[in-house]
């Protein structure tokens, strides 16, 4: 069975400051992996997918397979960046279903 | 477009009640999903449902019930309501639901069982 896990429930950095999320998952196949986001009193969103290696917001985020991360990176924080992200894992046998990790909430301070 | 739409927005019920959760999906969507989210945790996906027909079913009992109508919208039931089916749930909708496809979440039904 598939699982993502985020290791780390909250992060606090101040702006201008690098910050780096952190996202495991367990899967034998090749998975897609996403990050998802949730700004305050907002909807979940999608962020970037590792298939299309783009940077979003100044995001950016590698998929390692052999050590089945898929970390997100940006190397200025801004303020508008504090929000609730989510990595998540979609596998071809499950089609539509996007399993998630528990979440990492990063604050960044002025 | 006002995108996914959820209703209600939030509802309490007691224990052994049965409640339904409605879903409208972005207009030309056809493939609608349900999620599960319990405070503290990420999203765990209940069902999928495209053309009316059941696609994907989570790890969740018998007690949770699903379809879709001509319409594309859904419904999510669930009988017998337990204390830990309190959660936030989440619609998501995709034009088709193939695995290449982005998937669009509503703002979610917030669930107190007492």
């Known amino acids: 069975a598939q699982r993502v896990t985020q290791p780390e429930k909250l992060l606090s950095v101040f702006k201008g400051a690098p910050v780096e999320l952190k996202c495991n998952y367990s899967y034998s196949g090749s998975p897609e992996l996403f990050w998802y986001v949730q700004y305050s009193r907002q909807r979940l969103q999608l962020l970037l997918r590792?298939?299309s290696r783009e940077s979003i917001k100044g995001f950016t985020a590698d998929l390692n397979k052999g050590e089945t991360s898929f970390h997100l990176k940006k190397p200025f924080a801004q303020e508008e960046d504090s929000a609730m992200y989510y990595c998540?894992?979609?596998?071809?046998?499950?089609?539509?279903?996007?399993?998630f990790g528990g979440g990492t909430r990063v604050l960044v301070k002025p | 477009d006002a995108g996914v739409t959820q209703s209600p927005t939030h509802l309490i019920k007691t224990r052994g009640q049965h409640v339904t959760l409605r879903c409208s999906p972005i207009s030309g969507h056809k493939s609608v999903s349900w999620y599960q989210q319990v405070l503290g945790q990420g999203p765990q996906f209940i069902f999928q449902?495209?053309?009316?027909?059941?696609?994907g079913r989570g790890n969740f009992p018998d007690r949770f019930s699903a379809r879709q109508f001509p319409n594309y919208s859904s419904e999510l039931n669930v009988n017998a309501l337990l204390l830990g089916d309190s959660a936030l749930y989440l619609c998501?909708?995709?034009?088709?639901?193939?695995?290449?496809?982005?998937?669009?979440f509503g703002p979610g039904t917030r669930l107190l069982v007492l």
């Open positions: 998501a909708s995709s034009l088709s639901g193939s695995p290449q496809e982005t998937q669009y």
């Open positions: 998540a894992l979609r596998t071809k046998a499950a089609g539509n279903k996007l399993t």
């Open positions: 590792h298939i």
């Open positions: 449902y495209y053309e009316k027909e059941e696609r």
